[in-house]
């Protein structure tokens, strides 16, 4: 199994020099004009030209490719073409609150999404299968963007329960030193114990917090569901019931031990999913965190940091993967 | 003999198919979501024709009707410019539609190919091919996607390749796994014994026999690829206006919906609808197929 598990990490590296590989060479073969960029949108030719050479577009591709690997494995992610800073120092301010939306969306997947799941394989093709599984393609099916507009249209608009978007509340933040721990807002305020601002913290979180879970809630039900039903056709379930076990037993002992690695798997995945997912929510909510940085990135076709979320993204899905690999490899069936 | 083998063949096949049948009728919810797809690809077919999109919808603005809730003159209420919202949401599901099998298309074509040359070849070839399918299946979905996108610069036709070009490492598996076993049965070891050239062998044998677990995924694949295709105008790098693309209609809404709560409804429920219909569709489809799940 250790042969397996190095095997796995060298892959992952692999697919990480490939994604940057692939990154590198799409900037540079499809159409976009970097240095334009660089100076701005009334520049002299005489300046391109100067940008050309700061950003060392003139050397052959091959060098560049050079320089930039070399960069990279300094931990230099580049300088982002719209603000001028560092992608990286630009990254560790938006990383957190989007770490935070993704936690509160995995949580929700595991305490909502297995429970459905198993329910629905339990009582297959009964009224409670079809109305979990009608949630569960339905979940995966809503286009998030909209889900987002649709809850702050009942819940700002309508019933002016929660806030249309933001971390915190403008006012609250000049009358309270907001903390500045992990940068996740929710924990920072309930660690340092500041209830007004922790509560205020949660109300802004509510929303796109629940447009976010709802895609792995859906995808890890059906995954269950599916790997569920797959394992209660084997025979040692048969074997099991005919000894007169409990079916609760079966199913929670024998029956979903046996899927936890479908469902890590699709855990992992799901986190990848949510990632993505927050480029788009993230803008509707005004959250400042990766996905947002990301959308105006893309608008300004800003490569470096485009590269850098994507770097950022691509490695800890393939880590999430490596993961969930490794879960399985535990599985005596799989091992060998 | 040839004759009674195939008409055998016939048989059993027909009886397979009876069989599929049968169990999709039973199937309730897959049945229903047969009709939705049915439907849905009727009103793509028709619509344009009843509806030309140039001269009604996408420059028909009237200043004077912007932003009317719903009414029986205009059943999803009209947009910014006066448009009426529920003819450009039936217009959408052409646009949809098409582009969803167009993507999907795409990456079957280019994901094909790679997975029997990979599957059929074996050694090196095989653990080439194999990794670079696994480095784009290392990025998260949808961002290769909205990168290719942003690059290619926005359009719709560009999103649509955008979209094959990271979606087809999902066919490349699939056939790979299915060309590595063909190559060990008795027809292909015939034909490579009578010298038939490997080109040939890849293109007659193997993969005409991976192509119907491959039109299984693509049919699970579509809603998915709808709803790519909706998240990558809704960032203004697909579709553009004045194309009643139901992405990018919800994202115009965005400036207005607070105040005009229809129009990003029903582009959205459009969205949400097809999407859920195809999924609902690929699921069952899976479910019957599949002879693990079907044995309970």
Wanted: glycine fraction near 6%; charge should be positive.
């Amino acid at each position: 199994m250790k042969k397996y598990i190095f095997k796995r990490i060298l892959l992952g590296l692999l697919v990480l020099a490939g994604v940057v590989t692939i990154t590198f060479f799409l900037t540079r073969v499809l159409p976009s004009n970097p240095a334009a960029q660089w100076v701005g949108p009334r520049a002299t030719p005489e300046q391109i030209a100067a940008a050309i050479k700061t950003l060392g577009l003139d050397k052959p591709l091959i060098v560049q490719y050079k320089t930039y690997v070399l960069n990279l494995l300094k931990g230099d992610l580049g300088v982002s073409l719209r603000s001028k800073q560092p992608v990286l120092t630009e990254l560790k301010t938006y990383v957190p609150p989007t770490l935070e939306l993704v936690l509160i969306s995995t949580v929700f997947a595991v305490i909502i999404g297995i429970p459905l799941g198993l329910y629905s394989a339990k009582k297959k093709d009964k009224l409670l299968d079809h109305f979990c599984r009608f949630f569960s393609v339905g979940a995966v099916s809503l286009p998030t963007f909209w889900v987002a507009l649709f809850l702050q249209l009942i819940f700002y608009r309508w019933l002016q329960l929660l806030p249309l978007g933001g971390q915190l509340d403008a006012k609250l933040k000049l009358m309270y030193e907001v903390p500045k721990i992990t940068g996740m807002l929710t924990f920072d305020t309930l660690i340092t114990g500041n209830m007004t601002l922790f509560v205020d913290a949660l109300k802004h979180i509510i929303l796109p917090g629940i447009t976010i879970s709802l895609y792995p809630i859906g995808l890890v039900a059906r995954m269950t569901r599916s790997a569920l039903l797959e394992i209660l056709g084997e025979d040692y379930i048969k074997a099991a019931k005919s000894y007169g076990l409990k079916d609760n037993l079966i199913l929670w002992k024998y029956a979903l031990k046996n899927s936890l690695g479908t469902t890590a798997t699709v855990l992992a995945l799901s986190v990848g999913y949510t990632l993505v997912d927050t480029f788009l929510v993230e803008a509707i909510f005004n959250w400042p965190g990766v996905g947002n940085y990301i959308s105006t990135a893309v608008m300004s076709m800003d490569y470096p940091a485009i590269i850098g979320v994507t770097l950022l993204s691509a490695s800890s899905y393939v880590i999430l993967n490596l993961i969930a690999d490794i879960i399985i490899a535990v599985d005596p069936r799989v091992r060998t | 003999m040839n004759t009674y083998n195939s008409w055998k063949k016939i048989k059993s096949k027909y009886a397979q198919l009876r069989l599929n049948i049968y169990l999709l009728k039973k199937n309730t919810l897959t049945k229903w979501a047969l009709y939705g797809v049915v439907l849905l690809t009727l009103i793509a077919l028709i619509v344009p024709i009843i509806l030309p999109e140039d001269v009604h919808v996408t420059q028909d603005a009237n200043p004077r009707d912007k932003l009317l809730p719903p009414s029986s003159d205009h059943l999803f209420g009209t947009d910014e410019l006066g448009r009426d919202i529920f003819k450009r949401v039936l217009l959408g599901t052409n646009i949809s539609l098409r582009t969803a099998v167009l993507a999907v298309g795409a990456a079957i074509l280019i994901g094909v190919p790679i997975g029997a040359v990979a599957g059929y070849y074996g050694g090196f070839t095989d653990e080439l091919l194999m990794r670079l399918t696994d480095i784009f299946l290392g990025f998260p979905p949808l961002l290769l996607a909205i990168v290719i996108a942003a690059f290619l610069g926005p359009d719709l036709n560009n999103a649509t390749l955008a979209i094959a070009l990271s979606w087809w490492p999902w066919y490349t598996r699939i056939v790979r796994g299915q060309a590595v076993s063909l190559t060990e049965r008795p027809f292909v070891k015939a034909a490579q014994a009578m010298g038939t050239p490997s080109a040939r062998i890849i293109l007659k044998h193997i993969i005409p026999n991976c192509i119907a677990p491959v039109i299984v995924q693509a049919s699970m694949d579509i809603g998915g690829v709808i709803l790519t295709i909706a998240a990558i105008s809704f960032l203004g790098l697909g579709a553009q206006p004045p194309t009643p693309e139901w992405g990018l209609m919800v994202s115009t809404s965005r400036n207005y919906f607070l105040n005009a709560w229809w129009y990003s409804i029903f582009p959205g429920l459009a969205i949400f609808f097809t999407v859920l219909i195809f999924n609902l569709l690929g699921d069952g489809l899976r479910e019957i197929l599949d002879p693990k799940t079907r044995k309970n």
